[in-house]
């Protein structure tokens, strides 16, 4: 066992050698490299401990999480973020039971109307309305609310696109080619302008279902392109196969075609619905206060002012810190994907 | 299926789809008639009336809206023709760390893509501009013999003058998309199989060489497509520049939206404003793919 260890020391120190200082230009940036990460992590550790002025976040917490959500009834998205939380972490390092691993998708998809109820209020709970949503509870709400709508559009749109029907196919990658485009923010601000206009008068619906239906229709189409890809990649004999097990068309469709693409495609939709919560922060400036929205008002506030860099480094580490959480549990589901299909 | 119930479903779909847009239109022209606005583009050439802080070619508050709109496609053209160039030089260098033989080298640019990647653009812009730029105090900037000139203002640069917005976006994009360049940069070297790399050192050609003239041009027809569809991105992505209150086309679009309340002309606008952005640059790259192809082939 020891010798094993100091084997591998060696090892770790030859390859050290070969890959740092293999010659004299690469030791002279090798040490380069450590002089600048130590200056670095000395100024930032100066300033992050002695330096930065955190009351901007620290008095404001809440106002980050929830926005403008009335005080009294904060522990309603406060149950929702934590409930999120848990399963987020129950799927991780949970226990491996066939039953509870069964139902975490369950769990996942009823995460939604939970928070919905908590939010909106209603049945016992007091009614809250959507114009005090804010903070971090907004932004998660835009999230996944966008993705659940825009995955099966999505579906639809990259089978449309797929299919032997000239029109359908033609309609889809127009509505596909347009989409992708224009930016997000003209899709965002004309969503919340032309929505109305196209609806009969009297039916109004909130800025914030509007943002989802904007986010809806443009992901959907980033979303089609990455599915067609995994649909393209399938070789042609599965769907020979399925025909002569004598499996009809939507049969093979939702049987095989789809979850194979799915699988396939799980990195691209990863890196989009990552994507997809990062430009939620494109509402803070077309009039939600989401997490970024609140950072704003937060800085406009002329007891905080002049404090941007305490705020943005807050910011960005919440940002950070959601994006490598979504990446991990995404890394877990392929993960979990690949060993159910060498169980088959 | 068969023929005619193909034909069927299709004409199935079109109805479906013909009432459901009449339907939208029929709620449009209510909605249009009730707020007193038609459809139409004859309010394009009345005088502008807003001020643009930057503008290439001569613009004053008098002239039409559909000058005030060209300068805005300029001024974007400027920030995106600006950003690309840096960016690809930014995102070179870095792919190039990464895959490079120095692993400390490696580490460091691994995390420079992970935290750019993973906070919002819109923050790093937020970022680049607040904090970067006017930052900057009044009686804090750096003259270097009149020819560099670095203040909360901008930079001037022996008589050229970029103002901060400009700068703050062209940085805050420039370094965002070279964090996504650099991947491209990375997928394209690893393209290159491991034996070329051994051939050329087996060969006596040193590192350096072997890179531009063995493998660089092996990676090109990988990296060209990838780039293509950052430099797209890239576009998209300069519409944030209303952020930083830079006057691009999506910003003077919002401008005359708010300010005449048509939605439908202006988005229809900055619709074909952008696929004209996209053909250009899909063209460029399509002719650039094609000089590198060709050369390879006669060398």
Same mark, same amino acid.
């Given at each position: 066992?020891?010798?094993?260890? =100091?084997?591998?020391?060696?090892?770790?120190?030859?390859h050290?050698?070969?890959?740092l200082f293999?010659?004299?230009?690469?030791?002279?940036?090798?040490?380069?490299?450590? !002089?600048?990460?130590?200056?670095?992590?000395?100024?930032?550790?100066?300033?992050?401990?002695?330096k930065?002025?955190?009351?901007?976040?620290?008095?404001?917490?809440?106002?980050?999480?929830?926005?403008?959500?009335?005080?009294?009834e904060?522990?309603?998205?406060?149950?929702?973020?934590?409930?999120?939380?848990?399963?987020?972490?129950?799927?991780?390092c949970?226990?491996?039971?066939?039953?509870?691993?069964?139902?975490?998708?369950? /769990?996942?998809?009823?995460?939604?109307?939970?928070?919905?109820?908590?939010?909106?209020?209603?049945l016992?709970?007091?009614p809250?309305?959507?114009?005090?949503?804010?903070?971090?509870?907004?932004?998660?709400?835009?999230?996944?609310?966008?993705?659940?709508?825009?995955?099966?559009?999505?579906?639809?749109?990259?089978?449309?696109?797929?299919?032997?029907?000239?029109?359908?196919?033609?309609?889809?990658?127009?509505?596909?080619?347009?989409?992708?485009?224009?930016? !997000?923010?003209?899709?965002? *601000?004309?969503?919340?302008?032309l929505?109305?206009?196209?609806?009969?008068?009297g039916?109004?619906?909130?800025?914030?279902?509007?943002?989802? $239906?904007?986010?809806?229709l443009?992901?959907?189409?980033?979303?089609?392109?990455?599915?067609?890809?995994? !649909? #393209?990649?399938?070789?042609?004999?599965?769907?020979?196969?399925?025909?002569?097990?004598?499996?009809?068309?939507? #049969?093979?469709?939702?049987?095989?075609?789809?979850?194979?693409?799915l699988?396939?495609?799980?990195?691209?939709?990863?890196?989009q619905?990552?994507?997809?919560?990062?430009?939620?922060?494109?509402?803070?400036?077309?009039?939600?206060?989401?997490?970024?929205?609140?950072?704003?008002?937060?800085?406009?506030n002329?007891?905080?002012?002049?404090?941007?860099?305490?705020?943005?480094?807050?910011?960005?580490?919440?940002?950070?810190?959601?994006?490598?959480?979504?990446?991990?549990?995404?890394?877990h589901?392929?993960?979990?994907?690949?060993?159910? #299909?060498?169980?088959f | 299926?068969?023929?005619?119930?193909?034909? !069927?479903? #299709?004409?199935?779909?079109?109805?479906?789809?013909?009432?459901?847009?009449?339907?939208?239109?029929?709620?449009l022209?209510?909605?249009?008639?009730?707020?007193g606005?038609?459809?139409?583009?004859?309010?394009?050439? &009345?005088?502008?009336?807003?001020?643009?802080?930057?503008?290439?070619?001569?613009?004053?508050?008098?002239?039409?809206?559909?000058?005030?709109?060209?300068?805005?496609?300029?001024?974007?053209?400027?920030?995106i023709?600006?950003?690309?160039?840096? /960016?690809?030089?930014?995102?070179?260098?870095?792919?190039?760390?990464?895959?490079?033989?120095?692993?400390?080298?490696?580490?460091?640019?691994?995390?420079?893509?992970?935290?750019?990647?993973?906070?919002?653009?819109?923050?790093q812009?937020?970022?680049?501009?607040?904090?970067?730029?006017l930052?900057?105090?009044?009686?804090? *900037?750096?003259?270097?013999?009149?020819? *560099?000139?670095?203040?909360?203002?901008?930079?001037?640069?022996?008589?050229?003058?970029?103002?901060?917005?400009?700068?703050?976006?062209l940085?805050?994009?420039?370094?965002?998309t070279?964090a996504y360049?650099?991947?491209?940069i990375?997928?394209?070297?690893?393209?290159?199989?491991?034996?070329?790399?051994?051939?050329?050192?087996?060969?006596?050609?040193?590192?350096?060489?072997?890179?531009?003239?063995?493998?660089?041009?092996?990676?090109?027809?990988a990296?060209?497509?990838?780039?293509?569809?950052?430099?797209?991105?890239?576009? &998209?992505?300069?519409?944030?520049?209303?952020?930083?209150?830079?006057?691009?086309?999506?910003?003077?679009?919002?401008?005359?939206?708010?300010?005449?309340?048509?939605?439908?002309?202006?988005?229809?606008?900055?619709? $074909?404003?952008?696929?004209?952005l996209?053909?250009? =640059?899909?063209?460029?790259?399509?002719?650039?793919?094609?000089?590198?192809?060709?050369?390879?082939?006669?060398?």
């Open positions: 066992m020891f010798n094993i260890n =100091i084997n591998s020391i060696i090892i770790c120190f030859k050290l050698r070969k890959t293999s010659n004299l230009f690469n030791t002279v940036i090798t040490f380069l490299i450590i !002089l600048f990460i130590g200056v670095a992590c000395f100024y930032t550790f100066e300033w992050l401990i002695f930065a002025n955190w009351k901007a976040v620290i008095s404001n917490l809440p106002l980050y999480a929830f926005g403008s959500f009335p005080p009294k904060q522990w309603r998205p406060a149950i929702w973020i934590i409930s999120l939380l848990l399963l987020s972490i129950f799927t991780l949970g226990p491996d039971w066939k039953w509870l691993r069964k139902n975490l998708p369950i /769990a996942w998809v009823g995460s939604i109307p939970l928070g919905l109820y908590l939010l909106y209020g209603g016992g709970l007091s809250i309305m959507s114009r005090h949503w804010g903070g971090l509870t907004l932004t998660i709400l835009l999230t996944v609310c966008s993705s659940l709508l825009s995955l099966p559009l999505g579906i639809v749109l990259a089978l449309c696109r797929q299919s032997s029907l000239p029109l359908i196919k033609k309609l889809s990658s127009i509505y596909i080619d347009v989409m992708r485009a224009i930016p !997000l923010i003209a899709v965002l *601000f004309f969503g919340q302008l929505i109305p206009l196209f609806l009969p008068v039916i109004e619906i909130d800025r914030v279902w509007r943002a989802i $239906f904007a986010f809806t443009f992901v959907s189409a980033y979303i089609a392109e990455d599915i067609r890809g995994g !649909l #393209q990649s399938i070789p042609y004999t599965q769907t020979e196969a399925a025909n002569s097990l004598g499996l009809n068309q939507y #049969q093979i469709i939702q049987l095989i075609l789809i979850p194979q693409a699988r396939i495609a799980l990195p691209a939709l990863t890196n619905f990552i994507g997809l919560f990062q430009n939620t922060s494109l509402m803070a400036i077309l009039g939600l206060v989401e997490l970024l929205g609140v950072g704003r008002s937060i800085l406009a002329p007891e905080f002012i002049g404090q941007y860099i305490e705020v943005y480094v807050w910011l960005a580490s919440v940002y950070w810190m959601v994006c490598t959480i979504m990446a991990v549990l995404a890394r589901l392929e993960q979990r994907m690949t060993i159910n #299909q060498a169980n | 299926m068969k023929t005619n119930q193909k034909i !069927l479903l #299709q004409f199935g779909i079109c109805i479906f789809l013909f009432i459901l847009i009449g339907i939208l239109i029929n709620n022209t209510i909605n249009l008639l009730r707020t606005l038609g459809f139409n583009f004859s309010w394009l050439f &009345k005088p502008a009336s807003f001020a643009l802080a930057e503008h290439p070619l001569p613009y004053t508050s008098s002239d039409s809206y559909a000058w005030a709109l060209f300068i805005g496609w300029l001024n974007s053209l400027k920030v023709v600006s950003s690309l160039i840096l /960016a690809t030089f930014l995102g070179t260098l870095i792919g190039f760390a990464r895959t490079g033989k120095n692993s400390l080298l490696g580490l460091i640019s691994a995390g420079y893509i992970t935290v750019i990647r993973q906070t919002p653009l819109l923050l812009l937020m970022f680049w501009y607040f904090v970067g730029f930052g900057l105090k009044d009686n804090m *900037f750096i003259q270097i013999k009149n020819i *560099f000139n670095l203040s909360n203002q901008g930079i001037e640069f022996s008589g050229l003058t970029f103002s901060s917005e400009f700068l703050a976006l940085i805050g994009l420039s370094i965002f070279s360049i650099a991947e491209v990375r997928g394209g070297i690893l393209s290159v199989p491991r034996g070329q790399w051994e051939a050329f050192r087996s060969l006596g050609l040193s590192e350096s060489k072997g890179l531009i003239r063995i493998i660089i041009p092996q990676a090109l027809p990296i060209i497509p990838g780039l293509t569809s950052q430099y797209l991105n890239l576009a &998209k992505n300069s519409t944030l520049a209303i952020a930083v209150g830079y006057s691009d086309i999506y910003a003077i679009n919002d401008t005359i939206t708010n300010q005449t309340g048509r939605a439908i002309e202006c988005f229809i606008i900055l619709l $074909f404003s952008f696929l004209l996209n053909l250009l =640059i899909t063209n460029t790259m399509e002719i650039i793919n094609r000089l590198i192809l060709k050369s390879q082939k006669y060398s």
